[in-house]
Nanobody
Framework: VQLQASGGGLVQAGGSARLSCAAS????????RGWFRQAPGKEREFVAS???????YYGDSLRGRFTVSRDNDKNTVYLQMNNLRPEDTAVYYC????????????????WGQGTLVTVSS
């Protein structure tokens, strides 16, 4: 079972980036998919999650700039990030679990390897 995140890179402040997380080894269509991030010197924080029915949840102050979506046929979840700020610089991790509560509280069973997003001012 593997979650492979991609799409990170260097972005200018005010710009956009789209992260993808492709799953392999099993289908995750019944799973809650989530995104987390960890900035240098800071703890990992919850970014967003999406249930199998498409209900979405976001970390504080991220709704409106970040949008999570999923394509179950492709076993993939996406994170569209707009109006990026230097403080959004972090390694972004995707994750999956059967429980929304578990995902939102930060202990999902499956984790991807992370992709670095750097926002320059």
């Amino acid at each position: 079972v593997q979650l492979q995140a991609s799409g990170g890179g260097l972005v200018q402040a005010g710009g956009s980036a789209r992260l993808s997380c492709a799953a392999s080894g099993r289908t995750f269509s019944d799973y809650v998919r989530g995104w987390f991030r960890q900035a240098p010197g800071k703890e990992r924080e919850f970014v967003a999650s999406i249930t199998r029915s498409g209900s979405t949840y976001y970390g504080d102050s991220l709704r409106g700039r970040f949008t999570v979506s999923r394509d179950n046929d492709k076993n993939t979840v996406y994170l569209q990030m707009n109006n990026l700020r230097p403080e959004d610089t972090a390694v972004y991790y995707c994750a999956a679990d059967t429980s929304l509560h578990v995902v939102v509280t930060g202990t999902p069973a499956y984790w991807g390897q992370g992709t670095l997003v750097t926002v320059s001012s």
